[in-house]
């Protein structure tokens, strides 16, 4: 059983489209993240939800939008894609904010 | 050996030699640190933790050092195999209650040699 699962796992799509990432954790976990990865590996959280309530934006521009129905599911839509968001997504979630955080397996976004 | 290198730090050993990844962190006030591996292709996975209370933890062939003085995590992998080969982070929690976020550093690539 995957715990935190993210889909879809590869995404090349044009300048000015629109997207979303989906994700999913069975952990039972309160708290869900998404972070960017960039080309040199380095991760940087954007945001966090805990019981479907946004606690942490990183200074995201607003054509970001993540959106939780329920605590299980944190989604990620994009729009007007620009060349710089290319990068991989991740999800992840913990039990509670600061403990230890446990990620999906990553949405490889690339805009042409 | 230990992590050198001004962007992606990398280390390259041989398969059976002990590995030394260091991390300085940034906040004195973090009080819980955690190791990440991530292989090619895939996410970051939980390695091993330990809070600001412990300068030492030991796992199945992983030990972290902290020393809070000079704000300086270590991982200790010994017997380096093939399959250690990967980015490993170290990350420290910052903020406070709900606002708890973990910050990472730069990653060091291990490369082990058969």
């Known amino acids: 059983d995957t715990a935190v699962s993210q889909t879809p796992k590869y995404l090349v799509t044009q300048m000015g489209n629109d997207k979303s990432i989906k994700c999913e954790q069975n952990l039972g976990h309160d708290t869900m993240y998404w972070y960017k990865q960039d080309s040199k590996k380095f991760l940087k959280i954007m945001f966090s939800?805990?019981?479907?309530?946004?606690?942490i934006n990183e200074t995201v521009p607003n054509r970001f939008s993540p959106k939780s129905p329920d605590k299980a599911h944190l989604n990620l839509h994009i729009n007007s894609l620009e060349l710089g968001d290319s990068a991989v997504y991740f999800c992840a979630s913990s039990q509670v904010a600061g403990a230890t955080i446990y990620f999906g397996e990553g949405s490889w976004l690339t805009v042409v | 050996g230990e992590s050198v290198g001004l962007h992606l730090p990398t280390l390259s050993v041989q398969e059976g030699d002990n590995s030394i990844i260091n991390c300085a962190y940034s906040?004195?006030?973090?009080?819980?640190f955690i190791w990440y591996k991530q292989e090619s292709g895939k996410g970051p996975q939980f390695i091993i933790d330990?809070?600001?209370?412990?300068d030492k933890r030991q796992g199945q062939r992983v030990t972290v050092l902290l020393n809070k003085t000079v704000k300086h995590l270590s991982l200790q992998i010994a017997a380096t195999q093939p399959g250690d080969s990967a980015v490993y982070f170290c990350?420290?929690?910052?903020?406070?209650?709900?606002?708890?976020?973990?910050?990472f550093g730069k990653g060091t690539l291990l490369t082990v040699n058969p």
């Open positions: 906040n004195s006030a973090s009080d819980y």
């Open positions: 990350a420290e929690t910052t903020g406070g209650g709900s606002n708890y976020k973990l910050t």
């Open positions: 330990i809070r600001s209370n412990m």
């Open positions: 939800y805990n019981n479907k309530e946004l606690i």
